[in-house]
């Protein structure tokens, strides 16, 4: 069976709407689809960092609750495990205000096995931070060395815009271990100041890598790859909260890998058109249902119609 495994934060959520707190659960970029992905099942595999403290115990208890692999987590007992606060406006878009304290040794790991097509998730800041950068580097290396497909979230949040110069060496650095690379128009923006999709894949994508999704929220989603480019409808939904919904696509779109059975050659050769639509009904679909809920990821029910 083909793995998934996961490299990012774990942090604790608490949501905010009208300034009080409405919501709080384990999270994390990368966290929230392997959930997701845990409670379809497919056993996904988590590396990561959580304090030896009470929130990391309830973050290692929901994982192993959700069938996720713990193993490769490190528990550091010289900080605290992170908190994220997201702040819901009118259309239910989060700002995130974060507390950290790390301790100096971080995401000190043992390399799982990886085996050809197993597919590995990588991103937001935990992917380019200077402090994890050669840990992180060295799962991409083992991954390509042994033929896995690279999944990278871009997820670049506007709180790191005066830092994109330093930063863009990580982030091409990334694309070009990347089989698929994955944004949202705000991504791009906040590094590029452009909103032009195609314009983006020409110029800053496909070079690094033929296969792109570009997400535009309530506008849906577009799909490109070599000689192929589609435009995919976000479904109707009147939202609760955003906070899991790219988290979730990446999820969703994962899942549909699995199920289309598409390989790392299949991503070179150029997957069919009815393919692609596929991977994208479930990205979309996860991404929708997150959306009507306060929870960061697909709930059991709902993981139970794919099974």
């Known amino acids: 069976m083909r793995k998934i495994i996961g490299i990012g ?3 604790y959520d608490i949501i905010f709407k009208n300034n009080q707190p409405i919501s709080a659960k384990p999270g994390g970029s990368v ?16 590396i990561s960092e959580i304090g030896d403290d009470r929130i990391g115990e309830i973050i290692k208890n929901f994982l192993v609750e959700n069938q996720v692999e713990t193993k490769y ?15 819901l406006d009118e259309k239910q878009n989060a700002d995130y205000l974060f507390y950290k304290d790390y301790p100096a040794e971080r995401l000190d790991y043992i390399m799982p096995r990886i085996d050809e097509n197993d597919i590995i998730i990588i991103g937001s800041y935990f ?32 709180s790191h815009i005066n830092d994109v110069r330093h930063l863009m060496p990580a982030i ?14 705000e991504d791009f923006i906040n590094i590029y100041g452009e909103d032009n999709a195609s314009q983006i894949y020409k110029d800053h994508i496909s070079f690094y890598s033929k296969n792109f999704i570009y ?16 435009q995919y409808t976000a479904n109707k ?11 979730n696509f990446n999820a969703g779109f994962v899942y549909g890998l ?12 150029g997957v069919t058109e009815e393919r692609w639509n596929q991977v994208a009904r479930y990205a979309i679909d996860f991404s929708s249902f997150v959306c009507t809920t306060l929870d960061n990821y697909i709930s059991k029910e709902y993981a139970e119609h794919f099974l």
């Not at 966290?31 to 988590?46: E, K, M, Q, V």
């Not at 939904?237 to 988290?247: C, R």
């Not at 289309?260 to 070179?268: Q, Y």
Request: net charge negative; proline share 3%; charged share 30%.
């Open 215 to 230: 997400t535009m929220g309530e506008k849906g989603a577009k799909i490109f790859a070599e000689n192929f480019e589609k």
């Open 73 to 87: 987590i490190y528990s550091y007992d010289r900080g605290k495990t992170p908190l994220a606060l997201a702040f």
């Open 258 to 269: 699995i199920k289309e059975e598409i390989t790392l050659e299949d991503l070179k050769a």
């Open 127 to 158: 992917a380019l931070n200077p402090v994890l950068r050669d840990r992180v580097v060295d799962l991409l290396d083992f991954a390509r060395e042994r033929k896995a497909i690279i999944y990278y979230d871009v997820n670049f949040r506007k």
């Open 237 to 247: 939904i009147d939202p609760m909260s955003t906070v899991g919904a790219g988290d």
């Open 172 to 185: 091409l650095d990334n694309f070009e271990y990347a089989d698929i690379i994955k944004g949202s128009d």
């Open 9 to 11: 934060e774990t942090v």
């Open 31 to 46: 966290y929230n689809a392997l959930i997701s992905l845990g409670r379809l099942h497919t056993n996904p595999i988590f």
